[in-house]
């Protein structure tokens, strides 16, 4: 019996995992800033509540990327208006919880000048930031209505 | 045999492991530093949304998918949409190949991870140079 409930409380724990789909930009610093911010909530302010995927793997149709996506809530983080990230969820008829755009986060914070793609420069770390913690209180927006965690 | 201009050099881009950073920064190097006025990147993702401009371009100018691992996405995703790549190139294979170990983390390239991102990019432009120097074969 209590290892019946190990097994329901991990599958529970892992569907609560919130996934983090960055939009795999390379072109423009809009991309690398999705992706550090992405790394920003996966890796240090919500390490183990949340993950992230290859929205590559996501678009080719990897069976267990796809299973992933629309078993757990999903936010989309795109680079540009594009929305590549967004659209493919959509798409895929993932669980998409919440969307984000570094361009609304940069016409938003005038002052951030990034210009640098393979590396961020400071402020493409800092915008990167910003969409970080505005992406963390989203999740903790999602844990107080209790549908994650 | 025709004149080649151009050259997508299109990166897996993958977010989940060390080697699509690999793969992306290498790309970067090649259209920044090693072959910046015959390359052109193509975000990944924009093909399957539909995205006409990458679709053509990919279907008009050879092609190079550079890939983390042996999903193979780019590759897979320019030759459903647009046509044959020119090459196809693997990270994880020529890490293995080249003895290189621990490149890790994902998020910031160690010293053996920038050197193999050097590498992977000095194989790409080698790869766009035989095919400079071939014409596209199509």
Known sequence: MKSQEAAERRSRDLSDIVLIIPCSGIGKAFGSISREATYCVVEDMKKGETDTLCLSSLVMGDEDAIRSVKSHRCIAVDGCPNECSKKNLQLLDAKLAANYRVVDVLRENRTLKPNAITFLDEDGLKLARILAERITSKIDELSERGTVR | ?138
Do not use: H
């Open chain 2, 1 to 138: 045999m025709n004149a080649v201009s151009k050259i997508g050099v299109v990166s897996c881009s993958g977010e989940c492991c060390t080697e699509g950073t690999i793969s992306r920064i290498a790309t970067r190097i090649v259209l920044e530093k090693l072959r910046p006025d015959n390359t052109v990147t193509i975000c990944l993702p924009l093909f399957s949304i539909g995205e006409q401009g990458e679709r053509m371009f990919a279907k008009f100018f050879p092609t190079i998918a550079v890939d983390g691992c042996d999903k193979k996405c780019a590759k897979n995703a320019i030759e459903k949409y647009s046509g044959k790549t020119a090459r196809s190139i693997v990270i994880s294979d020529l890490l293995k190949n080249w003895n290189i170990k621990d490149p890790s983390p994902r998020r910031q390239l160690n010293k053996n991870g920038l050197e193999a991102a050097a590498k992977v990019a000095e194989e790409i432009a080698v790869s766009m140079d035989a095919i400079f120097k071939r014409g596209r074969q199509s």
